[in-house]
């Protein structure tokens, strides 16, 4: 898995998740991953601001170019 991030405006980012595993990695098998993301969105924001801030979050899918909702 491979997670890119990028910032785009005060207070706003772009979070860009591949699934880069294929059937080579895998043994044969076609293998999918769930990410959980209020925990990665929730480590992101601790990471940065630390722990006992107040704050609220919204989270759109967007298509591949991120111009877009899903």
Excluded at 42 to 70: H, P
Aim: proline content about 0%; charged content about 20%.
């Amino acid at each position: 898995m491979k997670l890119e991030l990028f910032i785009v405006a005060k207070n706003q980012i772009i979070m860009r998740i591949e699934n880069i595993a294929d059937i080579y990695n895998s043994g044969g098998e076609i293998r999918f991953q769930k990410v959980n993301l209020i925990k990665v969105i929730i480590g992101i924001w601790s990471l940065v601001n630390g722990q006992g801030c107040e704050y609220s979050f919204t989270a759109d899918e967007m298509s591949l170019t991120g111009n877009q909702k899903f």
